[in-house]
């Protein structure tokens, strides 16, 4: 009998896996669009909020919806005792990425789950972490500089908001508008790891704090969305902006990835670089000090001598990463700024999910022994 060998996709690569909805890649443009419009055009000229409702709700909010949005969800960001008491616990050394993680994993303890289809439950945990997440991630950095947190203030917006109970003041409307700009393009991006891992955990029909917490594992990595704290390490082990070739030669003969650059999806470059790059420019326009000018020289120099040597060009976390640095927001609560954003596309696919759910279960091709008896005791 002969059997037939499964093609084999290793990283699931070029597997279409389900429908969705929510966004899509249009290959002949390169685009992205959330439910139909060009990201782009959403970053260009909308608030952050009105892109979460337009990811959960599949569109735009009218003036009245936006109010309701932002009155429910300004309402939901302080933390309650248990989790700040619990939270500042946590040994100091731990990253912040492992931070958020327990947090969620915190607030998915303290909230009962619902029995119905979890639809309406779901949008109402939604919109909870949206709010919460921020100010753990204000309240994570501040106490790694040994300051008290600042409590979220709800006569500002969701950026603005955590300028202020990160550094107790709001920067200039520019910064505050490239930091938005920055949280729109990273909100969504299909079945990307993370993403795909929240699906996978929905399609046992477990919870949704247990889906956005093993997300938050797969978004840690630097393969993914830890690669915008990575882009920081890797500017500061170079230094030099005329060392940038030479470190590129070293790091590629040693077989390492360029951090930042690359994509899954992409590959003639990220659609969403050229809007982040422009913001982290005005960014570096803004700046007073040499120190800026150096690190975007050196940014500069590095993406054309990956283009020339490696063909490759950056992902949005090349630019955002030193956009952030900038912004005086510390390296390790780069990523963590990801899932302020992300947290919105998660939580849209756990919904998509849920609504025509079927168990993500792949196969695999067994290379190891073949069947054996098991040896007597001795
Ligand atoms: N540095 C050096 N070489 C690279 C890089 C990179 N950043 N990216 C791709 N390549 C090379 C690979 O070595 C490989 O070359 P080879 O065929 O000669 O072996 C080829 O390009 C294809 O790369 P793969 O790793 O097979 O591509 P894959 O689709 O699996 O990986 C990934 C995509 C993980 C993003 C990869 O480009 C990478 O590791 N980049 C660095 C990390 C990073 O920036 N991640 C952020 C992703 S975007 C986001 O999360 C917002």
Known sequence: MTTTVPEIR????????????????????????????????????RSFEEVAHLLWHGDLPDPAQLREFRARERALRPLGRTTSELLARLPETCHPM???????????????????????????????????????????????????????DSDLGYAENFFQMCFGAVP???????????????????F????????????????????????????????????NEAVMHMLEEIGDPARAGEWLDGALAAKRKIMGFGHRVYRHGDSRVPMMQDALDRLVSRATDS????????????????????GIHPNL???????YHLMGFDTPTFTPIFVM???????????????????????????GPGQRPVPTVP
Do not use: M
């Open 341 to 367: 954003s992300r947290i919105t596309g998660w939580t849209a696919h756990i919904t998509e999910q849920l609504a025509h759910n079927a168990l993500i279960r792949p196969l695999a091709s067994y290379t």
């Open 10 to 45: 290793r990283g699931l690569a070029g597997v279409v896996a389900d429908t969705t909805e929510i966004s899509t890649v249009i290959r002949e443009t390169n685009s992205l669009t959330y439910r139909g419009y060009p990201v782009q055009d959403l970053a260009a000229s």
């Open 192 to 227: 990307n790891a993370s993403t795909f891992t929240a699906r996978v955990v929905t399609s046992t029909l477990s919870d949704l704090y247990s889906a956005v917490t093993a997300a938050i594992g797969a978004l840690k990595g630097p393969l993914h969305g830890g690669a």
């Open 172 to 190: 200039e409307p520019e910064v505050v508008r490239c930091f938005e700009i920055s949280l729109v393009l990273y909100a969504e991006h299909s």
């Open 291 to 310: 120190e800026a000018t150096r690190l975007a020289t050196l940014h500069e120099s590095l993406r054309r001598a990956v283009l020339t040597r490696k």
């Open 98 to 152: 492992d931070v958020l993680r327990t947090a969620v994993s915190l607030f998915g303890a303290e909230d009962p789950i619902e029995d119905d289809d979890g639809t309406a439950a779901n949008r109402a945990k939604s919109l909870a972490l949206l709010a919460k997440l921020p100010t753990v991630v204000a309240a994570d950095q501040r106490r790694r500089r040994g300051l008290s947190p600042i409590p979220p």
């Open 317 to 323: 976390d090349y630019p955002a990463g030193l956009a």
